[in-house]
Nanobody
Framework: QFQLVESGGGLVQPGGTLRLSCRASEFTLDYYAIGWFRQAPGKEREGVGCISSSGGNTKYADSVKGRFTISRDNAKNTVYLQMNSLKPEDTAVYYC????????????????????WGQGTQVTVSS
């Protein structure tokens, strides 16, 4: 079954770091632009950032710019969300989503609709 699977979430203290992974099951992630989203309890889902299939283009929400970095390792069929200087307001369930754009494509897809979504991974920032 084609799906995306997130991992790497957990509990971290303010100022700490986490790296989330988004892996593809049963298909090659090389051809997909990826977006990262998060949803906190009682709040709407918001975009965190996105990366092109080529990996050469990225875009970030103002709330995470300078703290979060999206990268991809197509050899490992994985996209990463590196989160540094975490704040309590970063607490949320984080999701990745992917849309086919073709290999080595520079286009960003930062908003739905997407072909696939992951099930989410919980990130809690608390002392």
């Amino acid at each position: 079954q084609f799906q995306l699977v997130e991992s790497g979430g957990g509990l971290v203290q303010p100022g700490g770091t986490l790296r989330l992974s988004c892996r593809a099951s049963e298909f090659t992630l090389d051809y997909y632009a990826i977006g990262w989203f998060r949803q906190a309890p009682g709040k709407e889902r918001e975009g965190v950032g996105c990366i092109s299939s080529s990996g050469g283009n990225t875009k970030y929400a103002d709330s995470v710019k300078g703290r979060f970095t999206i990268s991809r390792d197509n050899a490992k069929n994985t996209v990463y969300l590196q989160m540094n200087s975490l704040k309590p307001e970063d607490t949320a369930v984080y999701y990745c989503a992917g849309t086919w754009t073709g290999n080595y494509d520079k286009r960003l897809v930062c908003n739905p609709p997407y072909d696939y979504w992951g099930q989410g991974t919980q990130v809690t920032v608390s002392s």
